[in-house]
């Protein structure tokens, strides 16, 4: 899945750092960082229950053999794209 994600606040792992690459002439790279092995489960879990609802992140659908479209959407912003599910 190709997206952005963003979590406000100063729960754990939510901010974005800024990691400095000394002698690199594209300046800062932003990464964020995550527990996703500790909350995959649990959310996964309350999407299939419908208590969670992703119909308003997920804005494209597309089988796996059309990733590099899919990944262009993103990259691009195309069609107003947020994220992009694949399915094999």
Same mark, same amino acid.
């Given at each position: 899945? /190709?997206?952005? $994600? #963003?979590? +406000?606040?100063? $729960? $754990?792992?939510?901010?974005?750092? @800024?990691? *400095?690459?000394?002698?690199?002439?594209?300046?800062?790279? =932003?990464?964020?960082? +995550? #527990?996703? &092995? *500790?909350?995959?489960?649990?959310?996964?879990?309350?999407? !299939? %229950?419908? %208590?969670?609802?992703? $119909?308003?992140?997920? +804005?494209?659908? @597309?089988? @796996? !053999?059309? !990733?590099? *479209?899919?990944?262009?959407? /993103? &990259?691009? #912003?195309?069609?107003?794209?947020? =994220?992009?599910?694949? +399915?094999?």
């Amino acid at each position: 899945m /190709f997206g952005y $994600s #963003h979590m +406000t606040g100063g $729960s $754990s792992g939510g901010q974005a750092e @800024l990691v *400095r690459v000394p002698h690199a002439d594209v300046g800062p790279i =932003k990464t964020g960082q +995550t #527990h996703m &092995q *500790r909350y995959l489960e649990p959310l996964m879990k309350r999407v !299939a %229950e419908g %208590e969670i609802d992703l $119909s308003q992140i997920i +804005t494209h659908r @597309l089988p @796996l !053999a059309d !990733a590099p *479209r899919g990944y262009e959407l /993103f &990259q691009k #912003h195309e069609d107003g794209c947020v =994220k992009v599910a694949m +399915t094999p």
